[in-house]
Nanobody, 116 residues
Framework: QVQLVESGGGLAQAGGSLRLSCAAS????????MAWYRQAPGKQRELVAR???????DYADSVKGRFTISRDNAKNTVNLQMNTLKPEDTAVYYC??????????WGQGTQVTVSS
């Protein structure tokens, strides 16, 4: 069973930065991809950023140029550096892991609140 634990959420002012981390219970290189999703109140969960094992990345248009997904294989962590935060970035952020057999795992989520 894969366990994902997020950390680093909190309160930031508009224009500020936060860094989220996701610690996996196993080697992240064993996953097909890892990603960050978010869900704002009353909205559907949406993809924020995805990092495939080969290194390719995908970002939601709303965060391109502001957010960066990265990984530390030695620490089995995936990080999301969020810069130039906007109030519309306020959401619960979830770490996601996709295995090669296309099983998916989720973390418990971490709240990010951006004040204007």
């Amino acid at each position: 069973q894969v366990q994902l634990v997020e950390s680093g959420g909190g309160l930031a002012q508009a224009g500020g930065s936060l860094r989220l981390s996701c610690a996996a219970s196993g080697s992240i290189t064993s996953f097909h991809a890892m990603a960050w999703y978010r869900q704002a109140p009353g909205k559907q969960r949406e993809l924020v950023a995805r990092l495939a094992t080969g290194g390719s990345t995908d970002y939601a248009d709303s965060v391109k140029g502001r957010f960066t997904i990265s990984r530390d294989n030695a620490k089995n962590t995936v990080n999301l550096q969020m810069n130039t935060l906007k109030p519309e970035d306020t959401a619960v952020y979830y770490c996601n892991a996709l295995t090669w057999s296309f099983s998916t795992y989720w973390g418990q989520g971490t709240q990010v609140t951006v004040s204007s």
